[in-house]
């Protein structure tokens, strides 16, 4: 089942009188519950491309579609706010914590501005997550008496408390250490495969590429792999 | 002749009087009525004197019974018009090329800054018929003989001064010195009367000086350069237009 | 709410910048509620000098004297023992009154004249309901006889002295001129500007009998026990002369002091001033947190934006964010703005050591300024306090959330 579907998207950043081409010309799919990975130097597109999916920016041509036929390039700014709100999750190269909540309140925050379900049922929903994440008892920190890496699963909670369509990640582990960059992968991948949830996430560390389930290699902003199964060549 | 100046200036008329008066009356009524210009075209001169300062005033006034038109031609208030008929004053301002009727207060100021208030120029009821008038010596004045005639204000008349002196050349019938009172018996205003002239048969006093008694080192002289009696007066010369 | 929550939570993120910016809107708002007590008793004093040295607490007068009251009419004039009166006094049990004939002349000193009013006082009353005693500058108070007290600046203007003789040059009601001659023997130094240039007192009888005018007043005065008591008692004694159907009616000072209340809108003028400055610091300090704020909160506006929030809940944050700024310098302002007044009202302050004894407030007398409570203001400027930060911090919210989210999270 498709959720996703690129169409010959292009992305051209005017940079005083000079055109950047961040994208030029990209077509995929993706499909539901796939654990995507995006990988690519530094300035090869991958944050462009993730904004672009994200409805965070506008591509300069082509279409995005998701659930097949709803277009975005239709939708007016209110209408993407809706649509990211309940749609989509978003864990930033920096966790971007709210640093006067506290890791509940953080987390919390995503399902509070949807107003769908009871307090309690909340506050059920986001301990399960915190729990699942590894964070169980760490609820009341605030994120400046987190880690790095207790932080960035803070993020994931975040992104993942509203059972969105989709997890956005840009290079999720880019200010972790190896260690904790594997952590967190761990509870992405853990969380991809008991929930279902699809991400999509960035990495430009070799590193990292052996989590990919699906991927995708770009390079001055054109895919130039597109790998899954058995094709990686990367041992799990 | 107090009057005279009264009646150049801003045309003050008397007429009518009664024949059957009074001794004192009678002398009061000839001076006026000597005094008095029927139809007459007058060029005249104010010098008001304050302290060290000296204004000059030049005007020309038409004369017609009960109503007169005052022209200043002096360069300060060159244009500067007066209008007079019956009980009522107006006056244009070049300046503000306006016309502006003088009424209440306004009618008490000294006219153009001199001793006399415009009230002084208004006054038009008969003096004998505001004042008891009395004969109280004959005297030689000026080396001429006089009447010393005083009036005293009847009582509820409306005149502004209660007690007035005048000093009356017998033959002559001009008053040659006037003395104005407030009801205090405080001297306000006196108007000596310095050179005098015979025209058509008539005397007439041509200079004379009026002293505001309570400020000190003023006074206003009035001088009557020339007469013109039964002048060529246009039609429309006291109409409101003319002002203008 | 929980947006609400969160924006106020935001105020303990730089504590230091939230609270300089409150105090600034607090020292704002001390500085209007101090300068309005000042105001206020400012206006006390000089309703109360107006009360003492001119209006009295009520008058009573013909009604078609009132009218023309401006010119000092002599007609339309009172008698000088109404029987009403006496009747008003006993049935109201009021004790202090006096009467008084006002007459417009010219003063003059041989040199030159002025206009001025003379005001024919009974010596033995007056001073029971005006209390010009006090403000006698040289000299002594009026006695019978023909003596006058004049004001300071009119005696300077026409260069009298203490034992020198003034003449009033004046019209009876006939319209004849008649003069008084009277020794001044004191001179007068209020702080009304009216007084001490234009008035003239002199003994009733003296000014009875120069205008012809025996057993006529123009007005009859009152002093209550206080002013407040000065519109009751008005309406009661109008209810009486009502009652006699007569041409008589009484005045209370508010409506006597026309003038007066006109300055009190002057008070207000400054008080708009005062507010002007208040809106000045407060959206300067506003304004300034908040594109602060912005600026250190990119990546988080940006993230906000990411997950879903519109740019009117971005707004909102921060414009509860500064209504919570303006609501703290509100309340403390308020806070020691009430101390401030609380001190002015019962200690004041010594005008006297400000302008070296000699004041141009026009206030010579006291030498303490006290201030005046007026709790509306303080009602009102918290409220101003809040409104203006929350005005001044919407175009710069708004141009905080305008941020391309793309940019403000990868801003660095
Ligand atoms: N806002 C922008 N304005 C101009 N050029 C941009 C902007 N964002 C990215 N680019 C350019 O687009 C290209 C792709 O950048 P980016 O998507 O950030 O790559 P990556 O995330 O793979 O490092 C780079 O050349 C970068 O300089
Ligand atoms: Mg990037």
């Known amino acids: ?236 | 002749m107090k009057k005279v100046i009264l009646l150049l200036v801003i045309f003050v008329f008397l007429f009518s009087y009664s024949i059957f008066a009074v001794t004192a009356d009678e002398i009061i009524q000839k001076r006026d009525d000597n005094e008095y210009l029927k139809t007459a075209r007058v060029e005249s001169k104010m010098v008001i004197n304050n302290n060290n300062r000296k204004l000059e005033k030049v005007m020309i006034s038409l004369i017609d019974g009960n109503k007169a038109l005052v022209e200043f031609t002096n360069p300060m208030d060159r244009g500067t018009k007066f209008l007079k008929r019956e009980d009522n004053l107006w006056m244009f301002f070049p300046d503000a090329e306006d016309v502006v009727k003088l009424s209440g207060h306004m009618l008490e100021r000294g006219m153009m800054g001199s001793d006399f208030s415009y009230k002084d120029m208004m006054e038009s009821e008969k003096l004998t018929e505001l004042y008891n008038f009395e004969i109280i010596e004959e005297q030689e004045y000026q080396k001429r003989p006089c009447y010393v005639i005083e009036g005293i204000k009847k009582q509820g008349a409306e005149a502004t001064y209660y007690k007035r002196i005048v000093w009356i050349d017998k033959e002559r019938h001009i008053g040659l010195k006037e003395e104005l009172y407030a009801e205090s018996g405080k001297l306000l205003k006196e108007i000596v009367v310095q050179e005098v002239q015979e025209f058509d048969h008539r005397w007439y006093p041509t200079k004379s000086v009026m002293e505001d008694k309570l400020r000190e080192n003023t006074s206003t002289e009035f001088i009557i350069e020339s007469i013109e009696f039964n002048p060529e007066i246009p039609e429309g010369t006291f109409s409101l237009q003319s002002l203008q | 709410m929980f947006l609400t929550k969160m924006a106020l939570k935001n105020l303990a993120r730089n504590k230091k910048r939230t609270i300089i910016t409150a105090l600034v809107i607090s020292l704002g708002i001390v500085i209007f509620l101090v300068s309005d007590s000042l105001i206020v008793g400012m206006e006390e004093i000089s309703i109360d000098n107006n009360i003492n040295l001119l209006t009295s607490h009520l008058q009573i007068m013909d009604k078609n004297y009132w009218d023309n009251k401006e010119e000092l009419p002599l007609n339309n004039l009172l008698d000088d023992n109404l029987l009403v009166v006496n009747q008003i006094k006993e049935e109201l049990d009021i004790e202090k009154s006096t009467k008084r004939l006002y007459f417009p002349a010219n003063i003059n000193n041989g040199r030159e004249e002025y206009p001025i009013s003379v005001i024919g006082v009974e010596v033995n009353t007056d001073s029971e309901v005006f209390k010009l005693e006090q403000y006698l500058l040289e000299g002594q108070s009026l006695k019978n006889g023909n003596n006058a007290v004049i004001g300071k600046k009119l005696a300077n203007l026409m260069g009298f002295e203490l034992g020198e003789y003034i003449t009033l040059l004046f019209k009876t009601k006939e319209g004849t001129f008649n003069t008084i001659e009277a020794e001044l023997v004191g001179t007068l130094d209020t702080s009304h500007p009216e007084i001490n240039e234009y008035h003239v007192y002199i003994p009733l009888q003296d000014a009875q009998n120069a205008l012809g005018l025996d057993g006529k007043v123009s007005r009859y005065f009152f002093r209550l026990e206080g002013k407040e008591e000065s519109i009751p008692v008005t309406n009661e004694i109008n209810s009486i002369l009502n009652r006699k159907s007569s041409n008589i009616k009484a005045y209370n000072w508010e409506k006597l002091s026309e003038d007066i209340l006109a300055m009190t809108r002057q008070g207000n003028i400054e008080n708009l001033i005062m507010l002007i400055v208040i809106i000045i610091l407060a959206a300067v300090g506003v304004i300034n947190i908040v594109i602060l704020s912005v600026l250190e909160r990119l990546e988080e506006i940006g993230m906000m934006k990411a997950l879903g929030l519109k740019m009117r809940e971005i707004v909102y944050i921060f414009v509860i964010e500064s209504a919570g700024i303006g609501l703290l310098g509100s309340a403390v302002g308020i806070i020691i703005g009430f101390i401030g007044v609380y001190l002015l009202t019962n200690i004041g302050i010594d005008v006297g050591s400000i302008t070296g004894g000699e004041t141009t407030f026009g206030i010579p007398i006291i030498d303490r300024l006290y201030g005046g409570w007026r709790p509306n203001a303080f009602i009102f400027i918290f409220f101003f306090g809040i409104i203006t930060s929350v005005l001044a911090s919407i175009l710069p919210a708004r141009w905080g959330a305008k941020k391309d989210p793309v940019k403000a999270i990868y801003h660095k």
């Open chain 1, 1 to 236: 089942m498709s959720l996703l579907k690129l169409e010959n998207i292009k992305k051209i950043y005017q940079q005083g009188k000079i055109d950047v081409q961040a994208i030029r010309g990209i077509s995929l799919e993706i499909k539901k519950s796939e654990f995507t990975t995006i990988f690519g130097p530094s300035g090869s597109g991958k944050t462009t491309l993730l904004n672009l999916i994200g409805c965070l920016d506008k591509p300069t041509s082509g279409e995005i579609y998701y659930d097949g036929s709803k277009k975005l390039s239709t939708l007016s700014k209110n209408e993407l706010s809706d649509f990211r709100r309940y749609n989509l999750g978003f864990i930033f190269q920096g966790h971007n914590l709210i640093p006067v909540l506290t890791a509940f309140e953080n987390v919390e925050f995503a399902i509070r501005i949807i107003n769908e379900i009871s307090k309690k049922e909340r506050r059920k929903k986001v301990l399960d997550i915190l729990k699942s994440v590894g964070l169980e008892g760490l609820e009341e920190r605030r994120p400046n008496e987190l880690s790095g890496g207790q932080k960035q699963r803070v993020a994931i909670a975040r992104a993942l408390v509203k059972n969105p369509k989709l997890v956005l990640a840009d290079e999720p582990t880019a200010n972790l250490d190896s260690e904790t960059s594997e952590e967190v992968l761990d509870i992405m991948l853990k969380m991809n495969q008991k929930l279902g949830t699809t991400f999509i996430f960035s990495t430009h560390d070799p590193q990292v590429m052996r989590y990919a389930r699906r991927l995708i290699e770009i390079r001055d902003g054109k895919v130039t792999q597109d790998k899954q199964g058995e094709d990686l060549d990367v041992p799990h």
